[in-house]
Each structure stands twice: as C-alpha cells, then as structure tokens.
C-alpha cells in the first residue's frame, strides 16, 4: 500500500451567537488515481490470491452491465481522484 497526500480546500462559516452553527465544505484533491481502485486496465479476476479481491473486482453485473473482460479499459490514469464533504455543527451552549 502506498502513501498518498491530498490537498484541502474549503472554508467553515460560523456564527458567533448563542446558539452556534458551523457549515464546512470542503474538497479534497489526492494525487492518487487508486483511491476508487479504478485505473488503468480490468485484470482477470481468476488472478487474484484473495476470494473476495475477486469478487469485488468486477461489480458490473449486480447492476446489469456484462462480465468485464480482462484488458478492456477501466479508468484514465491521467485524471487523479479526489472527494467532496460537507459538515454541519449545531451546538447550544447552557448556562447554569
């Protein structure tokens, strides 16, 4: 397994009053194109050591698609991942 850094972005937005709100959006780009395991090429599913690497190699037909066949394309190694999120905080503060 690799190390792999990615790069923040997003701002959180606050309110200062008694009862506080945070939203935070934020995306992350990664400089890794494994974070979906979806690169380069499909590789035979009879190849793997692990039953379950098998079996979640290839999840296309659960949904109706066809069996992949190996060396058919799987993703641009070219284009890295990245991912979205987005927070909300909601806190009362009490006072005795």
């Known amino acids: 397994m690799s190390d792999s850094h990615s790069l923040r972005f997003g701002h959180p ?8 709100h ?28 692990s ?4 079996a979640l190699s290839d999840r296309g037909p659960e949904v109706g698609y066809p069996l992949s066949v190996e060396g058919w394309i799987r993703g641009n190694p070219k284009t890295k991942d990245g ?9 009362n503060n009490y006072r005795p």
């Not at 937005?13 to 506080?20: D, I, L, P």
């Not at 995306?27 to 395991?37: A, E």
């Not at 039953?51 to 098998?54: D, T, W």
């Not at 991912?83 to 806190?91: A, G, N, W």
């Open 13 to 20: 937005v606050q309110n200062r009053a008694k009862h506080k």
């Open 22 to 49: 945070c939203i935070e959006g934020g995306y992350r780009k990664t400089f890794t194109d494994y974070l979906d395991d979806v690169s380069t090429v499909h590789h035979d599913a009879s190849k793997f050591s």
């Open 83 to 91: 991912y979205m999120l987005l927070s909300v905080k909601l806190r």
């Open 51 to 54: 039953p379950l690497a098998a």
